[in-house]
């Protein structure tokens, strides 16, 4: 089990740079990966990305790389076939619009990708793809760790639930009974007489408004498969989000036939569970 929130950074020193990558990883109901890099290193991202989406399948991942160059300043290359593009354009809008002013040298090298440093090549690509995938498996690493500790709390309401289920089922098994006593005395109290077969239809009708057994086994059945899926190799967000709905559905229907104050209350109590579970569920990849 992996959760979503973590963070890594590493930093290596290579090809007369000091490359600084820092990972953070955050809550989404999709994947979504956003990367900040050098304008030398633009073409890093697609490459990169497929990495990431081989090994991370939900969450959002922003990736940030950080340049630092190590003694003397590298000479700059101009990027000429792009300049004449721009000088192309800016000649055209000229003609269209002559009352547009000139373009200033200085706006022209800030345009993207128009000066890069002459040491932006395959040894500095390759160092820097080298710290991004142990940046990554750092990340994972820890995204892992802290997973292990929400599969702990995950188990540890699962084993709650399964105790209101059993408690649920006791209930239930005397209802009929207390329904009876109650009918009784209250016939009592009225001085009222009804013939026994009377008495016990009405018991029969009562007990079966309020049975839940049916909610009871699918809340069971949903348990198991919770208790499943958390051995199995995930990912375990959407599925345990999909089972915790599932369960809450039982739940109202349990709250919505509970006729005695005891079951009330445990209805509230396993609808705390769940919930507990799903608001979880919403940190786990």
């Known amino acids: 089990m992996h959760s979503m929130t973590a963070f890594a950074r590493r930093q290596e020193a290579a090809a007369g740079f000091a490359i600084a990558w820092e990972m953070r990883s955050l809550n989404q109901r999709f994947l979504d990966v956003q990367f900040r890099l050098p304008e030398e290193l633009r073409s890093l991202e697609h490459p990169l990305r497929e990495q990431v989406g081989q090994r991370v399948k939900r969450g959002k991942l922003i990736c940030v790389l950080s340049l630092e160059q190590i ?54 690509v390759a160092a820097a793809t080298e710290v991004f995938q142990e940046t990554l498996g750092a990340l994972l690493k820890a995204r892992r760790a802290e997973g292990e500790k929400l599969k702990v709390g995950f188990s540890a309401r699962l084993d709650e639930i399964d105790g209101i289920i059993a408690e649920s089922r006791r209930l239930t098994t005397d209802l009929a009974a207390e329904w009876r006593a109650k009918l009784k005395k209250r016939l009592a109290e009225l001085d009222a007489n009804v013939a026994d077969g009377r008495l016990e239809q009405e018991v029969a009708l009562l007990a079966q408004k309020a049975d839940v057994a049916e909610e ?37 229907t349990l709250g919505a036939k509970s006729v005695l104050p005891k079951a009330a209350q445990i209805t509230v109590d396993l609808k705390v569970a769940i919930e507990q579970i799903r608001e979880q569920a919403q940190n786990i990849e």
């Open 71 to 124: 003694g003397a300043p590298q000479s700059l290359e101009l990027n000429r076939p792009l300049l004449l593009q721009l000088l192309a354009a800016l000649e055209q809008v000229r003609r269209d619009a002559p009352e547009a002013h000139a373009a200033n040298p200085i706006d022209l090298l800030h345009w993207p990708g128009m000066l890069k440093s002459a040491v932006a090549g395959e040894p500095l």
């Open 216 to 252: 009871l086994d699918r809340l069971a059945i949903h348990l198991q498969d919770a208790r499943g899926h958390l051995e199995g190799p995930g990912p375990h967000g959407r599925r345990l989000d999909f089972i915790t709905q599932e369960m809450m559905r039982e739940a109202n």
